[in-house]
């Protein structure tokens, strides 16, 4: 007689899925403003928090693009491109590696707050 296996349902796997704290852009947005990072890095921040909304998360797209950010904020595309760069070492936010990803679709960015361990969404590696 075969042994009695067991069905995966939604419910199995939503078990085995760690459930990961919401965002909270309020607690983001003032752990970034009691930073000491720089005043652009900080209004490159609070922009990208704008436009990620409640969730925290930018899926890829143009809009957390270098070019679509200058015009946002008013700085040098290289202010905001090195604003990004902090914010994303200091672990404000985390985003996919950029092998594969064009100037054409931006990597999807995921707001972090330093410390957490708060994970990105999983990714096909594919670009949409």
């Known amino acids: 007689m075969p042994e009695p296996t067991t069905r995966v349902t939604p419910v199995l796997v939503a078990q085995r899925v760690p459930v990961r704290p919401p965002f909270d852009r309020n607690a983001w947005e003032r752990a970034l403003l009691a930073s000491t990072l720089p005043p652009n890095t900080k209004l490159v921040g609070l922009a990208l928090a704008h436009l990620a909304g409640d969730t925290g998360y930018l899926p890829p797209g143009r809009i957390q693009g270098t070019r679509h950010m200058t015009s946002r904020v008013s700085l040098p595309p290289k202010l905001v491109s090195t604003s990004k760069n ?8 985390e985003r996919p590696s950029g092998e594969g990803w064009t100037a054409e679709v931006c990597r999807p960015i995921t707001l972090t707050l330093p410390g957490s361990d708060r994970q990105e969404p999983p990714h096909t590696g594919g670009q949409p």
Not at 86 to 93: A, N, T, V
């Open 86 to 93: 902090i914010l994303e070492s200091q672990g404000f936010f």
